[in-house]
C-alpha cells in the first residue's frame, strides 16, 4: 500500500538556519504531494502541495520539489524564524489531485526554532 | 467562510461508554473525511463521504464505529463501547470535488477523546 516516510525527529535550528526535512513514498499511479504543519495547540494546516512530477509547491518561503525518479518531496527553507516551530506532515493522495482521495500521512516531525 | 468546526473539541468517557463527535464542514464541500491521530504519529484515515454516500472505509474502522452524513452537511462519528485504545485525536477534513484541479483538504481543530 501507500507509504510516507519522513526524516526522523526532532529538529533544533536556530533562528535564520536552513531547514530541511526529507520526505520519502511509495505510491501506486501519480499520487499528489502535500506538507502540512501543525501549530501547538492548532489544527493541521496545509503548507503546501505539488499535484505532478517537477511541480514546486511553495508558501511562506518553504518549497518542496516533486521528484518522481526518487520519489521524494524534500521540504526546504532558506532562513528559518521562531514562528516556524511546529510539527510538519509529509502527506500523499492516493488517487492524485483531480479526484481526490484520502491522505496518507507520514509521521510527522518536530520542529524547534531558537532565538 | 468558517471553516471545519468539530463539536466538542475534548471529551474525556468511560471504558465502556458511547462517544458520539459532531463535524461541520465547509459550507461547499462536498466531501468529508475522517481521521485518528494518536500522540507522536501522523493522522490515519478512517472513512469519507462525498455527499451523504459512505464511499471508502479503512480496516482501523472497526464494527465499534458507525459514521454517518445523513444530509450531505455535517457528519457524526459514533464509538460504541469505548475502550482505552480508543483515545486519540479524531480529525475531521472536507474538501470540493469537481472533475478537474486539485482538491486539497482542509482539517478542523479535532476532538480530543480520552477513554479512563
Known amino acids: 500500500g501507500d507509504s510516507v516516510t519522513q526524516m526522523e525527529g526532532p529538529v533544533t535550528l536556530s533562528e535564520e538556519a536552513c531547514l530541511t526535512i526529507?520526505?520519502?513514498?511509495?505510491?501506486?499511479?501519480?499520487?499528489?504531494l502535500f506538507w502540512y504543519v501543525q501549530y501547538p495547540g492548532e489544527g493541521l494546516q496545509l503548507l503546501l502541495k505539488?499535484?505532478?512530477?517537477?511541480d514546486k509547491g511553495s508558501n511562506k518561503g518553504f518549497e518542496a520539489t516533486y521528484r518522481k525518479e526518487t520519489t521524494s518531496f524534500h521540504l526546504e527553507k532558506g532562513s528559518v524564524q521562531v514562528s516556524d516551530s511546529a510539527v510538519y506532515f509529509c502527506?500523499?493522495?492516493?488517487?492524485?489531485?483531480?479526484?481526490?482521495?484520502?491522505?496518507?500521512f507520514g509521521e510527522g516531525t518536530q520542529l524547534t526554532v531558537n532565538p | 467562510d468558517t471553516g471545519v468546526s468539530q463539536d466538542p473539541r475534548h471529551k474525556i468517557t468511560k471504558r465502556g461508554q458511547n462517544v458520539t463527535f459532531r463535524c461541520d464542514p465547509i459550507?461547499?464541500?462536498?466531501?468529508l473525511y475522517w481521521y485518528r491521530q494518536t500522540l507522536g504519529q501522523g493522522p490515519e484515515f478512517l472513512t469519507y463521504?462525498?455527499?451523504?454516500?459512505?464511499?471508502?472505509k479503512s480496516r482501523l474502522l472497526s464494527d465499534r464505529f458507525s459514521a454517518e452524513r445523513p444530509k450531505g452537511s455535517f457528519s457524526t462519528l459514533e464509538i460504541q463501547r469505548t475502550e482505552q485504545g480508543d483515545s486519540a485525536m479524531y480529525l475531521c477534513?472536507?474538501?470540493?470535488?469537481?472533475?478537474?484541479?486539485?482538491?486539497?483538504?482542509?482539517f478542523g481543530p479535532g476532538t480530543r477523546l480520552t477513554v479512563t
Open positions: 477534513a472536507s474538501s470540493p470535488f469537481g472533475t478537474s484541479g486539485s482538491y486539497e483538504q482542509y
Open positions: 526529507n520526505c520519502t513514498y511509495t505510491a501506486t499511479g501519480y499520487p499528489s
Open positions: 505539488a499535484t505532478k512530477a517537477d
Open positions: 502527506a500523499l493522495s492516493d488517487r492524485g489531485g483531480t479526484s481526490g482521495s484520502r491522505l496518507t
Open positions: 459550507s461547499e464541500h462536498n466531501r
Open positions: 463521504f462525498q455527499n451523504e454516500a459512505q464511499l471508502e
